[in-house]
């Protein structure tokens, strides 16, 4: 088939590559001229591993434009993938996809169905499919279909490739028959329903992982009150298959651009229609306080960060991807900084979007060791493999101090005791080394 994709970020772009390597031509759009070019020379605009090299595998198949009107007028489906963000209130803002759905109005000359990939509020698309037919510039038929997504950054490729499920929302079979045909070599499972079922699946899937999160922090954090191990409760947890074991990492919130949008976006929906969501609200809460919980344990070795040497390992919201968005470093980093501390930082792939954020106040290191040289305190935010796998004599050899404050629950409790280290995680005892309190 003939595909159109709007948008190349993590969905659109993950969106149209898996589409080609499935046998289709995609046309990917993007406002950015270079971005564009990036693209076009195979060169993936962000960091998603296994990406890059199936776009190069597929440039055959794949095209990348800023010329939206030749890319639509004769595709046979168009996929909406551009962004949904937040606005201050909590809802979605739908500027970019009603912008998308008007260029497509205005440009096609073929019948074909326009599918919204992009993570939109409960209704969106019947408001998408009146405003394409209200602006068609041409005598033709157009079907609108909600085909959410259910990638996760860091495994989209695989997510898209192998998918879960592909949930196909439409109210007209012409379109459902489409979209089978569109997936037809992807082996998964697929649930046609009507749009709005559809795109409640999706927030309906978020919130639920958001929830279960949220859950198992709270749990954490009474574990530690208590003296229980949050690992050995949620290993027993996992055994039910009613429950499962994914999911149950305690560690300090969930970040990225899924899940703090997508519960805020319900809960201020519900909120519309004058019904509360509580568990989602409390969800959204519970991850907000989270995400300061080393901070609040710092304050057990260290009155102030004034004058002190911190070694921050991790700038993303997790590992596999430069995403920064909701990561828990943006709101503690800031606090240290304020506080006097002298802040250095390390992430294999985060750096440049942190500098973006916070170009100086930050020494940005490219090693782990470097990093932690004279630290008086060292912060895990990110679990990526490279800090899983330290030696931890590396911390009491290298640190001035060795207070490792560990948001990701990266070591194991017998492995911190043996290095003889103060070591503080999340849900579990707190190994100190220190005879008495550095205060």
């Known amino acids: 088939m003939k595909i159109a994709v709007a948008g190349t970020g993590y969905v659109g772009l993950v969106t149209g590559v898996c589409l080609a390597e499935n046998g289709h031509s995609v046309t990917c759009v993007d406002i950015d001229d270079d971005k564009v070019a990036l693209m076009k020379a195979g060169i993936s605009p962000i960091y998603e591993p296994g990406l890059e090299e199936i776009m190069i595998k597929n440039m055959k198949r794949l095209n990348f434009t800023t010329d939206y009107k030749r890319a639509y007028k004769d595709a046979d489906v168009i996929f909406i993938g551009v962004g949904t963000p937040e606005k201050k209130d909590g809802s979605a803002n739908l500027r970019f996809v009603y912008g998308v759905a008007e260029q497509i109005a205005k440009s096609i000359e073929n019948d074909c169905v326009v599918v919204v990939k992009s993570t939109v509020p409960i209704g969106t698309n019947d408001k998408i499919e009146d405003m394409i037919r209200e602006n068609l510039a041409h005598d033709v038929n157009v079907y609108v279909a909600s085909n959410p997504e259910f990638l996760a950054q860091g495994t989209a490729v695989r997510d898209t490739l192998y998918a879960s499920r592909i949930v196909i929302g439409v109210e007209e079979e012409i379109a459902g028959n ?130 002190l040497n911190v070694a921050v390992l991790g700038l993303t919201f997790k590992p596999g991807t430069d995403d920064l968005r909701e990561a828990p470093t943006l709101v503690n980093i800031p606090i240290m900084l304020e506080d006097g501390a002298n802040v250095r930082a390390w992430d294999p792939v985060g750096i440049e979007n942190f500098k973006k954020i916070h170009p100086i106040g930050i020494d940005y290191c490219y090693s782990i060791e470097e990093t932690l040289k004279d630290a008086d305190i060292c912060f895990i935010f990110t679990e990526w493999d490279e800090v899983k796998e330290l030696d931890l004599s590396k911390y009491r050899e290298l640190m001035r101090n060795p207070v490792v404050l560990d948001g990701r629950n990266c070591y194991d409790l017998v492995s911190a005791k043996k290095a003889n280290i103060t070591y503080d995680s999340i849900g579990r005892e707190a190994i100190n080394s220190l005879e008495a309190s550095l205060v």
Not at 201 to 213: C, E, G, P, R, V
């Open 178 to 307: 489409v979209l089978k045909e569109v997936y037809r070599n992807f082996d998964a499972p697929i649930v046609v329903t009507n749009r709005k079922s559809a795109e409640m699946i999706k927030y309906a899937s978020n919130d639920f992982l958001a929830l279960k999160i949220s859950f198992i922090n709270e749990i954490g954090n009474l574990c530690e009150i208590i003296g229980a191990n949050i690992e050995d409760v949620a290993l027993g947890m996992g055994y039910d298959g009613r429950i499962g074991n994914r999911f149950l990492n305690a560690g300090i919130g969930y970040g990225g651009s899924c899940f703090p949008k997508d519960t805020k976006a319900l809960h201020w929906l519900a909120n519309f229609h004058d019904y509360e969501l509580k568990t989602v609200k409390a969800a959204i809460d519970v991850n907000e306080n989270q995400k300061l919980k080393l901070i609040k344990k710092s304050r057990k070795y260290f009155d102030s960060f004034k004058g």
